[in-house]
RNA sequence: GGCGACGUGGCGGAAUGGCUUACGCAGCGGCCUGCAAAGCCGUUUAUCCGAGUUCGAUUCUCGGCGUCGCCUCCA
């Protein structure tokens, strides 16, 4: 049973399911308008994370994560640039898929696209207006957040306090609004803007009108878990709530949401090592399970910093699991270790606690090498078994050098017969060799191994 | 101004009212090795400051200092 922290509540709390062996689960995907970054990056692992684990744990899995295809910043962009809107949202989404897919996150099962679903949200914001919830002004139609009784549940602030500070931002449309905090639903069109009909105007949605329509039509009354980054708890969340309940419509019943990228590396490191704030240049850079590795080690309620430090460290840890895996790759036909895994499944049900997830796994490394070292080869593949199952659950595939040229291969059974026949020389000038087309070489009584560096 | 987080060793980062204070990276010493690598073992003045509660606090409470987030752009 996994229990994860839950915003509205405030507490770590079972992840109850609507339909038993079935997890419905809504996350919001990006508004394609430009290239992916670190933050992206982590909310689409941490979510990937989740549902490879709740699989992992035999449960059925339905992820819809949006992508929000109409808004205002795709529009600015493409009348900067003078090309059509669709040719951004296309090139955008592409590069996102693709980039998903180096980090090894998988498709969800469901991608709705906003401008599919205009119909959908053109009827719900009728339904609004009916209920009295929603009403029209000069320039579009907007929520009354009086209609939501307990309006600021996620920001866990009431309407008033939120108001009461931050008087430097200026409140949008302030001037047609009945109230400061209320929300735009629909936008009426402006000249060379893309627009949709509607039974008040032709316009566009508001960007929290799809994510409504789509979370409750895809997957029903009453899903299992909403998510998204930290960032997104309020307003973005809160006014979807907003609206299921003024439509008198149960939402979410959990909601889960990310911790932050912060500080992204000072100018010291930024001479060294580029601008990795977008994730296409560390993914470029970098062996793309690294950032993966990094958050596994981090709570994904915490803030993480990633660095070339950061990033060096994971890579670092990557190597030794990798060449645990090169080592025990005579010994793959174990059956997982029952202990490990259920120390695995204790740790991730407490809040998807990953670091010590981690943790157990390089303890379990050390006591499958120790195993190895003293010849106790049963026990070794166990717990090698138990290894790769947990991290494969977690979306890491180690790599155990089974991917080597003939050629590397004759170079290396050379450098054991120069070995064993103590030429030395020969025997170095080959290893210097293999290191400098970026080889591992581990020379050992059972034979060299090499593995790509 | 309002609301809320957080402050752990050289770095990253968990956990906990007390038993040896995880784990990763880096460093140091040792074993192993022809030498290395990999591995194993050991190791390096860690819980922001002050007060309180307690037999005992890094953990709870209060105050201070500091960092950060949200308060209708944002994963």
């Known amino acids: ?86 040719d951004i949202t296309t090139k955008c989404e592409n590069v996102w898929f693709e980039a998903m897919g180096k980090l090894g996150v998988l498709r969800p099962t469901d991608v709705p696209h906003a401008t599919e679903y205009v119909d959908q949200m053109v009827a719900m914001i009728g339904n609004l207006i009916a209920r009295d919830a929603a009403y029209v002004t000069g320039d579009g139609v907007y929520l009354s957040i009086a209609a939501v009784p307990d309006y600021g549940l996620l920001a866990h602030q009431n309407v008033d306090d939120m108001l009461s500070g931050g008087g430097d931002r200026e409140v949008f449309g302030a001037d047609n609004k009945r109230h400061p905090a209320d929300f735009a639903l629909w ?112 709570h994904y309620r915490s803030p993480v910093r990633v660095g070339q430090d950061n990033i060096d460290a994971s890579v670092s840890a990557l190597a030794g699991l990798d060449a645990f895996a090169a080592r025990t790759a005579g010994h793959a036909t174990g059956v997982a270790d029952a202990d490990v895994v259920q120390k695995f499944m204790a740790a991730m049900d407490n809040d998807l606690d990953t670091p010590a997830a981690m943790a157990l796994v390089f303890d379990t490394v050390r006591r499958a090498n120790t195993a190895l070292d003293a010849g106790d080869v049963d026990t070794a593949a166990s717990l090698r078994a138990s290894v790769v199952e947990v991290l494969g659950s977690l979306g890491i595939e180690l790599s155990s050098g089974d991917d080597i ?35 591992v070489v581990e020379t050992s009584k059972e034979g060299t191994r090499v593995r790509r560096g």
Request: charge should be negative; glycine fraction near 10%; hydrophobic fraction near 35%.
């Open 1 to 86: 049973m996994l229990n994860l922290y839950d915003t509205a509540t405030k507490s770590v709390k079972p992840l109850a399911l609507r339909d038993p062996g079935k997890v419905s689960i809504y996350l919001c995907g990006p508004t394609v308008y430009g290239p992916p970054h670190l933050g992206h990056g982590r909310a689409t692992l941490v979510y990937d994370i989740l549902r490879r684990y709740l699989s992992y744990t035999g449960l059925q899995v339905r992820l819809v994560s949006n992508i929000t295809d109409i808004d205002d910043k795709i529009i600015d962009r493409a009348n900067n640039e003078g090309r059509p809107w669709q």
């Open 187 to 298: 936008k009426f069109t402006k000249p060379g803007e893309p627009s949709w009909p509607s039974p008040w105007g032709d316009g566009r949605p508001g960007w929290h009108s799809e994510c409504v329509v789509m979370s409750l039509e895809l997957l029903g009354e009453g899903f299992d878990l909403h998510c998204g980054g930290a960032d997104l708890r309020f307003p973005h969340h809160e006014n979807e709530r907003a609206q299921s309940v003024a439509l008198g419509k149960s939402f979410a019943n959990h909601w889960m949401h990310n911790g932050f990228v912060v500080d992204l590396e000072g100018e010291k490191m930024s001479k060294s090592l580029g601008n990795v704030l977008n994730l296409l240049d560390l993914l470029d850079k970098y062996d793309p399970r690294a950032y993966r590795m990094l958050l596994l080690q981090t």
């Open 405 to 439: 040229g003939s050629d590397i291969l004759e170079k290396a059974a050379a450098l054991d017969a120069a070995r064993s026949a103590k030429d030395f020389a020969v025997a170095d000038a080959l290893r210097n060799e293999l290191q400098s087309l970026g080889y």
